[in-house]
């Protein structure tokens, strides 16, 4: 909540840092050598990207402009003198917000993933991801500002061009990978460096309604990702299971849980009734108004291959859960309410927001 009101940059690296101290101990709870040295991997990646690169661009914008506050349309007016420097500065707090998950400064939050799935869920789906990708759409808008950014971008490619295809490669390269997870919370690990890209590649366009369907699929995903790993849990704590290929037919003693974890994962893929399709939908808007043909070819190929793989690793689980036949007599013990009623209700959040997204657009 810090980081959403902070009005300054200095005070959103303060309370960004906070966050990652205060998430540590969460992330080795178990105290186990895996959980220890996922900590370390936490702590080691989040705070060398902070310290290396976010807190020196933080000094130099401040040296150049002496303010930190968040403006309305930056805090500068467009020069091209200032080409190179803001390349530099771009490019460094970019990677230096490494709770992104930008490759490469993704690692972390797979290895993340032997913590408890509540805390997974505060990883992944509320807090610490969402804290990275809010702060980068907020540095656009208010430090760099939207109008500046287009017009450096047109001058040099440089100056921030490039993201949309870094946030690209991330998208297609972690879904790729989520395609050969066996165990089921790894593979949401990079379903969610994938779908945070796609926040990073929709605000990376620069217009007014990018960064307005960035916001949106922020929330979206913040819904849909929360939903999956809360049906994660209660099957890990129903079955003991953690492999994909051990969990066939669990949908016939859990079908209220899985038709949760179905709608979580249309969301994901980005299909009707989920509110991703119109992010997707709108964001094809925003890419050819841009006038860019390569960046609107790139982009439509992005969604197309990254919707594809993702159906590719969801429906398949969604299929066997409840069209095979379950080979585990545990799967017989009904599942607690408290462990229903949750993703229930985050699920049935996607729903409310597909069929009134046009009260935000």
């Known amino acids: 909540m810090f980081i959403v009101f902070s009005g300054d940059l200095l005070t959103t690296f303060v309370f960004y840092e906070l966050l990652t101290i205060s998430t540590y101990p969460l992330v080795t709870y178990n105290s186990t050598n895996e959980s220890m040295i996922a900590g370390r991997y936490y702590f080691g ?28 349309g930056g805090i500068f007016k467009f020069d091209t003198s200032l080409i190179t420097f803001i ?19 993704h690692f972390w939050l797979p290895k993340a993933m032997v913590a408890p799935t509540p805390v997974s869920a505060l990883l992944h789906a ?33 100056a921030g061009g490039w993201l949309p295809y870094a946030a690209g ?3 297609i390269t972690a879904s790729l990978i989520a395609l050969k ?30 960064m307005r ?15 999956l790993f809360f049906i994660a849990g209660a099957i890990i704590t129903k079955t003991g299971e953690k492999y994909i290929d051990k969990i066939h037919g669990i949908g016939r003693s859990m079908p209220i849980s899985m038709t949760a974890f179905a709608i979580g994962a249309l969301s ?9 399709f119109w992010g997707k939908f709108l964001i094809f808007q925003a890419v050819f108004n841009s006038g860019n043909v390569i960046l609107s070819v790139f982009v439509t190929l992005v969604l197309i291959v990254s919707t594809i793989l993702n159906a590719l690793y969801f429906l398949p689980m969604i299929y066997n859960a409840f069209f095979l036949k379950p080979s585990q007599n545990y ?18 959040c996607t729903l409310v927001i597909f069929f009134s997204y046009q009260v935000i657009f």
């Open 268 to 276: 994901m893929i980005g299909v009707p009734p989920a509110p991703t």
């Open 126 to 158: 509320v807090a610490v991801v969402k804290s990275g990708v809010f702060i980068i759409i907020k540095v656009i808008l208010y430090t760099f500002g939207v109008d500046n950014m287009q017009r450096f971008v047109q001058q040099n490619w440089f």
């Open 331 to 348: 799967f017989i013990k009904k599942t607690p309410i408290l462990l229903v009623l949750p993703p229930v209700i985050t699920a049935m």
């Open 45 to 72: 990646v989040l705070f060398f990207s902070s310290l290396v690169l976010f807190f020196p661009a933080i000094g130099l914008l401040y040296n150049e402009f002496h303010t930190l506050d968040f403006v309305s």
């Open 213 to 227: 369907v960035a916001i949106f699929q922020l929330v979206c995903h913040a819904f849909a990702k929360i939903t």
């Open 181 to 210: 997870q066996k165990e089921l919370k790894k593979l949401l690990a990079y379903s969610t460096i994938s779908q945070l890209s796609y926040i990073i590649l929709f605000a990376s366009i620069f217009s007014e309604l990018s």
């Open 87 to 105: 390349a530099v500065c771009f490019a460094m707090l970019i990677y230096g917000i490494g709770k992104a998950a930008l490759m490469p400064m």
């Open 169 to 171: 490669f991330t998208i």
